[in-house]
């Protein structure tokens, strides 16, 4: 798992690249959020499915594999399991630093339990 932290008013999707970087994966699982067409490119140029169903107003639309798009319910259950620390639900830290080193720990506290 690789956690990256963004600005507050920055897209998601400005990180989707370089955290695909270092890895090598069969799937790229993502919601309609990520529906673009140079991100899906590039997810197969590296030899992956990209599983992210179509956005409502596109004009072609583009089939994705529902049982696998299934298992994103994992990352939102986790995004929600993390935010039961309240310092991550309310960022009292001022540093992105300390923010993300939380976040972290978090997670980790999160895998052991």
Do not use: C
């Not at 690789?2 to 790229?28: C, W």
């Not at 994705?64 to 994992?74: A, E, T």
């Not at 993390?82 to 980790?108: E, P």
Request: glycine share 4%.
């Amino acid at each position: 798992m690789e956690l990256l932290l963004t600005p507050g008013q920055a897209h998601d999707m400005t990180q989707a690249t370089p955290l695909l970087a270092d890895h090598e994966p069969r799937y790229v699982i993502a919601d309609k959020g990520y529906d673009s067409d140079a991100f899906v490119q590039h997810i197969r140029r590296r030899g992956s499915t990209a599983v992210i169903p179509a956005r409502a107003g596109r004009t072609v639309r583009r089939r994705h594999l529902r049982s696998h798009y299934r298992r994103r319910n994992r990352v939102e259950r986790f995004v929600n399991r993390i935010k039961h620390y309240r310092r991550v639900a309310t960022r009292y830290d001022k540093t992105a630093r300390n923010f993300l080193g939380f976040v972290q720990l978090a997670a980790l506290l999160d895998w052991v339990a």
